[in-house]
């Protein structure tokens, strides 16, 4: 089992910044990496941005890049989203995820991902 705690959410102004963090702990040693996905009112979960543990390879959703950076500190099993330049556009529920360490690495998928944290609101007012 491995358990997933978000923490960072909050409310900020448009052109603001926030700082996720998702810290693992558990049985963390198998799994390839972690990714933020965040689900607006009404909309379908979607993919932020993923990290791999091994070598801190990221990924992105292309909205974000340029404004989100994800990096993580092994030795803490914690990673972080950086989110700078927000807008509403941003506003939603913002989840962690990591996988079972199956292989087959699909870090845009989340149906590849095992295990969730219980999500962090972020809210941007304009």
């Known amino acids: 089992q491995v358990q997933l705690v978000e923490s960072g959410g909050g409310l900020v102004q448009a052109g603001g910044s926030l700082r996720l963090s998702c810290t693992a702990s558990g049985r963390t040693f198998s799994s390839y990496g972690v990714g933020w996905f965040r689900q607006a009112p009404g909309k379908e979960r979607e993919f932020v941005a993923a990290v791999r543990w091994s070598d801190g390879s990221t990924y992105y959703q292309r909205s974000v890049k340029g404004r989100f950076t994800i990096y993580r500190d092994y030795g803490e099993k914690t990673v972080y989203l950086q989110m700078n330049s927000l807008s509403p556009e941003d506003t939603a529920v913002y989840y962690c995820?990591?996988?079972?360490?199956?292989?087959?690495?699909?870090?845009?998928?989340?149906?590849?991902?095992?295990?969730w944290g219980q999500g962090t609101q972020v809210t941007v007012s304009s």
């Open positions: 995820a990591t996988d079972q360490g199956m292989g087959g690495t699909r870090w845009y998928d989340q149906e590849w991902y095992y295990y």
